[in-house]
């Protein structure tokens, strides 16, 4: 009996003897391997739903619009996130406006202008490295350089130097993203543009760039939601965790002190109360919906771009 | 003539007929440190259509690239000896590669449509080099010399990609014309199309050469006897470092090449006994 899928009706007798198809047996690593692959998301998903319902199970009774509009307090139950969730949203707009400029300018740069030299070859392995450096390096770098050098410009562990410093941190990210996208452009396409008489930023604004831009996109709004998430670095330029106030929509309020969405639940974790620890779920909720919110995002702005383009 | 911003040593007066339209000294090109074809002579004629023959991988597209300076967009290539284009070195210092490459058109061995629609492939190269004229009518006489009109007038806003393979060259023909250039050279452009769309081709090169000067690559040994003035036959030898280096074996009138060549080498390629 064979276990080829597709055995009836049989072929007739092949005329050369020179090949053992084996069918039976390619099939059956086939179906191991499917299985692997299988085994492997399914582990995957299992710890992220365990994660879920743990997180959702603990702080979802806690969510309220009370819980969202309120600032911290010493009491528990009066304790809200509203200046974690303002200061985080403003430090990604900043960071968002510093990082991607500059990050996908350098990445145009050293993929469609650079010469392929010694320098250039250097600055390329030094970007993949700064990419995995550890983010606390990052905050150590904020502090010095922009929270206390530069302090008359940022004001001390400000909106900006927190901005700044996670700008720092995703730029590498976002160089690679822009430079994988540009990449996978065919050459084909700027040989045609060079053809009809295109300069070389005709040929990258008109032809390249609108095929890049949904991976570029992509890697960008992946790389702030790294940025969303990461404690270490804001804890070392020396946010603080209890605001009471809003930053005020100016430029003003980027010098002023803040605290963020994951700045605020550390603290509530590190907190002996069980009642701060429900406070950390609901806000760790809140943070996952805004990351969420984000990645959406990330799609549909690709979704569309990809539409857009024919 | 649209008015060029600018300026460059290339003059706008009439072409003398005498004067070669493009002419190679002496040139060698290398990629990397490797040598692709040594020291290539040549003269071609303005307002007639000239072939490359060869075997494949013996440096047509590489010698080819050379007249519109694409192969300066080729990391590490590097062209030596001088070509002329209508007198003017294209190398010089003065000459800026852009201008080069709307006076000196190119379709590609492989299709290359933009990622736009049909409409603006045609339109993209006219509008960023500035002209003037009714674009709509562009289009058209372009699209209708590539003898693709008929296929696509209904849906020009469709992309340029949805075409057939033997379209999308069409389209790339089109695309040439349509910056009005001078000299126009084609790499292959009937490998990847039918029989009647290959004499369609045909007959527009016809048609071309009383404005335009032609450059064609073919392995197509009919194809080069029928529509060429002039043939230009390569050949690569086996070099010491186990590359293999281009050479112009034989150039001469096509009835010259395909019937009375000079060399043995030649006979042999035109009558399909070679190697
Ligand atoms: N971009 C490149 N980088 C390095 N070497 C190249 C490049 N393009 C071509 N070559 C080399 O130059 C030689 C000539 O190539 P070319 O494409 O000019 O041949 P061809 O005559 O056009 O061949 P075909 O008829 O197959 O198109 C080949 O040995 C090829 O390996
Ligand atoms: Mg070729």
Same mark, same amino acid.
Not at chain 1, 65 to 75: C, D, L, M, V
Not at chain 2, 262 to 269: E, G, I, L, V
């Given at each position: 009996?064979?276990?080829?899928?597709?055995?009836?009706?049989?072929?007739?007798?092949?005329?050369?003897?020179?090949?053992?198809?084996? #069918?039976?047996?390619?099939?059956?690593?086939?179906?191991?391997?499917?299985?692997?692959?299988?085994? =492997?998301?399914?582990?995957?998903?299992?710890?992220?739903?365990?994660?879920?319902?743990?997180?959702?199970?603990?702080?979802?009774?806690?969510?309220?619009?009370?819980?969202?509009?309120?600032?911290?307090?010493?009491?528990?139950?009066?304790?809200?996130?509203?200046?974690?969730?303002?200061?985080?949203?403003?430090?990604?707009?900043?960071?968002?406006?510093?990082?991607?400029?500059?990050?996908?300018?350098?990445?145009?740069?050293?993929?469609?202008?650079?010469?392929?030299?010694?320098?250039?070859?250097?600055?390329?392995?030094?970007?993949?490295?700064?990419?995995?450096?550890?983010?606390?390096?990052?905050?150590?770098?904020?502090?010095?350089?922009?929270?206390?050098?530069?302090?008359?410009?940022?004001?001390?562990?400000?909106?900006?130097?927190?901005?700044?410093?996670?700008?720092?941190?995703?730029?590498?990210?976002?160089?690679?993203?822009?430079?994988?996208?540009?990449?996978?452009?065919?050459?084909?396409?700027?040989?045609?543009?060079?053809?009809?008489?295109?300069?070389?930023?005709?040929?990258?604004?008109? #032809?390249?760039?609108?095929?890049?831009?949904?991976?570029?996109?992509?890697?960008?709004?992946?790389?702030?939601?790294?940025?969303?998430?990461?404690?270490?670095?804001?804890?070392?330029?020396?946010?603080?965790?209890?605001?009471?106030?809003?930053?005020?929509?100016?430029?003003?309020?980027?010098?002023?002190?803040?605290?963020?969405?994951?700045?605020?639940?550390?603290?509530?974790?590190?907190?002996?109360?069980?009642?701060?620890?429900?406070?950390?779920?609901?806000?760790?909720?809140?943070?996952?919906?805004?990351?969420?919110?984000?990645?959406?995002? =990330?799609? #549909?702005?690709?979704?569309?771009?990809?539409?857009?383009?024919? | 003539?649209?008015?060029?911003?600018?300026?460059?040593?290339?003059?706008?007066?009439?072409?003398?007929?005498?004067?070669?339209?493009?002419?190679?000294?002496?040139?060698?090109?290398?990629?990397?440190?490797?040598?692709?074809?040594?020291?290539?002579?040549?003269?071609?004629?303005?307002?007639?259509?000239?072939?490359?023959?060869?075997?494949?991988?013996?440096?047509?597209?590489?010698?080819?690239?050379?007249?519109?300076?694409?192969?300066?967009?080729?990391?590490?290539?590097?062209?030596?000896?001088?070509?002329?284009?209508?007198?003017?070195?294209? !190398?010089?210092?003065?000459? @800026?590669?852009?201008?080069?490459?709307?006076?000196?058109?190119?379709?590609?061995?492989?299709?290359?449509?933009?990622?736009?629609?049909?409409?603006?492939?045609?339109?993209?190269?006219?509008?960023?080099?500035? !002209?003037?004229?009714?674009? @709509?009518?562009?289009?058209?006489?372009?699209?209708?010399?590539?003898?693709?009109?008929?296929?696509?007038?209904?849906?020009?806003?469709?992309?340029?990609?949805?075409?057939?393979?033997?379209?999308?060259?069409?389209?790339?023909?089109?695309?040439?014309?349509?910056?009005?250039?001078?000299?126009?050279?084609? @790499?292959?452009?009937?490998?990847?199309?039918?029989?009647?769309?290959?004499?369609?081709?045909?007959?527009?090169?016809?048609?071309?050469?009383?404005?335009?000067?032609?450059?064609?690559?073919?392995?197509?040994?009919?194809?080069?006897?029928?529509?060429? @003035?002039?043939?230009?036959?390569?050949?690569?030898?086996?070099?010491?470092?186990?590359?293999?280096?281009?050479?112009?074996?034989? !150039?001469?009138?096509?009835?010259?090449?395909?019937?009375?060549?000079?060399?043995?080498?030649?006979?042999?390629?035109?009558?399909?006994?070679?190697?």
């Amino acid at each position: 009996m064979s276990s080829n899928p597709y055995s009836a009706p049989q072929l007739p007798d092949a005329h050369s003897s020179d090949f053992q198809p084996a #069918l039976n047996k390619r099939y059956k690593l086939d179906r191991f391997f499917e299985f692997l692959t299988w085994i =492997a998301t399914f582990v995957g998903l299992l710890v992220l739903m365990m994660l879920l319902y743990d997180v959702i199970s603990d702080g979802a009774s806690r969510l309220s619009w009370q819980f969202i509009s309120s600032f911290p307090s010493r009491r528990p139950a009066a304790a809200g996130l509203l200046s974690a969730l303002v200061g985080s949203i403003w430090l990604l707009c900043v960071t968002a406006i510093l990082s991607f400029p500059i990050g996908v300018g350098a990445g145009i740069f050293l993929e469609e202008f650079a010469p392929d030299n010694f320098f250039t070859q250097i600055i390329e392995i030094n970007i993949g490295n700064l990419a995995a450096v550890p983010s606390i390096i990052y905050g150590l770098l904020g502090l010095q350089v922009f929270s206390r050098i530069m302090r008359p410009i940022t004001g001390g562990p400000s909106v900006l130097t927190g901005g700044m410093t996670l700008a720092l941190l995703i730029l590498p990210i976002i160089i690679v993203a822009t430079r994988e996208s540009l990449r996978a452009v065919p050459n084909s396409l700027r040989q045609g543009g060079f053809a009809v008489g295109a300069t070389r930023w005709q040929v990258i604004r008109n #032809l390249i760039l609108p095929q890049a831009i949904p991976g570029i996109l992509t890697g960008t709004i992946l790389a702030l939601s790294r940025a969303v998430g990461e404690t270490a670095p804001l804890i070392t330029i020396g946010a603080l965790t209890f605001i009471a106030f809003l930053p005020p929509l100016s430029l003003e309020g980027l010098q002023t002190d803040f605290t963020a969405l994951p700045i605020q639940i550390y603290n509530w974790v590190s907190r002996p109360q069980p009642e701060f620890h429900t406070n950390a779920a609901a806000g760790i909720i809140v943070l996952m919906v805004v990351l969420l919110t984000m990645n959406t995002t =990330a799609v #549909l702005l690709r979704n569309k771009f990809q539409k857009g383009r024919i | 003539m649209t008015n060029i911003a600018n300026p460059t040593m290339i003059s706008d007066s009439q072409p003398h007929l005498q004067e070669p339209a493009l002419k190679m000294e002496g040139v060698s090109i290398f990629y990397g440190s490797t040598p692709a074809i040594r020291e290539v002579y040549l003269d071609i004629p303005a307002h007639q259509i000239t072939a490359f023959i060869g075997p494949s991988g013996c440096g047509k597209s590489t010698v080819l690239r050379c007249f519109n300076r694409t192969n300066d967009l080729i990391p590490g290539a590097k062209v030596t000896g001088n070509v002329f284009f209508r007198g003017v070195n294209l !190398y010089s210092k003065k000459v @800026d590669p852009v201008e080069v490459r709307r006076r000196i058109g190119m379709v590609f061995q492989k299709p290359n449509p933009f990622p736009k629609s049909i409409y603006e492939n045609i339109a993209f190269g006219a509008r960023i080099n500035g !002209y003037q004229g009714d674009m @709509d009518q562009l289009v058209e006489n372009s699209l209708r010399r590539a003898a693709i009109w008929d296929e696509v007038k209904d849906k020009l806003k469709d992309s340029g990609l949805s075409l057939s393979g033997g379209q999308q060259q069409r389209l790339c023909i089109a695309r040439a014309i349509a910056i009005q250039p001078e000299v126009i050279l084609m @790499d292959e452009p009937c490998s990847a199309l039918d029989p009647i769309s290959t004499l369609r081709i045909e007959e527009l090169m016809q048609e071309l050469k009383e404005q335009y000067t032609i450059v064609i690559v073919t392995h197509n040994m009919q194809q080069a006897s029928r529509v060429s @003035d002039k043939t230009a036959f390569f050949n690569a030898e086996a070099t010491e470092q186990g590359g293999k280096l281009g050479f112009l074996v034989e !150039y001469d009138d096509t009835v010259n090449i395909f019937t009375n060549p000079k060399q043995d080498f030649t006979r042999d390629y035109v009558s399909g006994r070679f190697g």
